[in-house]
């Protein structure tokens, strides 16, 4: 039987979403309750892999159980498992056919900036800005990167393409910090990473609107602009085609 799982993370207290062998991730701590649950090996497939540092309040994956299992009962046994920096907001069973990378519809990233004074208790969960930075400038630059392109210079490692859409991206400014929400389809590795730090330069003065422009049509094109650290990127959330969705239990 195939289960469902939306679930959320504090990623500053793992070595990123992969498992790995030496190292503490989220997949090693789920797929290691799943096991115990089933009594076999269980593994999980991820909508998306997250790095170090990365938090997510609505990552997804799938898995496959031998046995049965209530989803309610499963639901309540795993968050006592995965705790107390893994809580699994919802778990259903789903179509055979059911891929949780593969039937993505589209994403939304959310990255958290803070221009306060520095505050030690921020650090894990925002990027803290020590520098003044033009918001109305990055929220225009913003509206380049609307649409279908090819990401290339703002992606990390190879891929066979790198093309992919974005649909939205939105600014939130609220007391001392400011949210820019990416909704798309495909996100690559660091890019929405990438996104904000090429827009953080363009506003601070250290870039071109130009060379932002010469990013998007140029290939390949030197590295010119900064990543944003991983401590303010959150993956929010991930929506599905419902028809998948619709075995009874």
Known sequence: MRYFIRFGYDGSKFYGFQRLNHQLSVQNVLEEALSKIDQRAVFIKGAGRTDRGV???GQCAHFDLKHVLPTDGLLK?????????????????????????????QKTYRYRIYFGDYDPLLYDYACECSF???IELMENCSKLFLGIHDFQN????????YQAIIYSIDFIKQNNFLDIVFVGKSFYRYMVRNLVGALLDVGRGKRQKEEIIAALTEFPCEKRFSTACSNGLYLECIDYDKELFSIDE
Not at 97 to 105: D, G, L, T
Not at 154 to 161: T, W, Y
């Open 55 to 57: 938090h997510a309040i």
């Open 132 to 134: 003044p930075f033009d």
């Open 77 to 105: 046994v795993l968050n006592k498992m995965v705790g107390p920096y893994i809580r699994v907001w919802e778990c259903k069973i789903v179509s055979d056919e059911f891929h949780a990378r593969f039937s993505v519809v």
């Open 154 to 161: 703002f992606v990390s490692g190879e891929r066979a393409h």
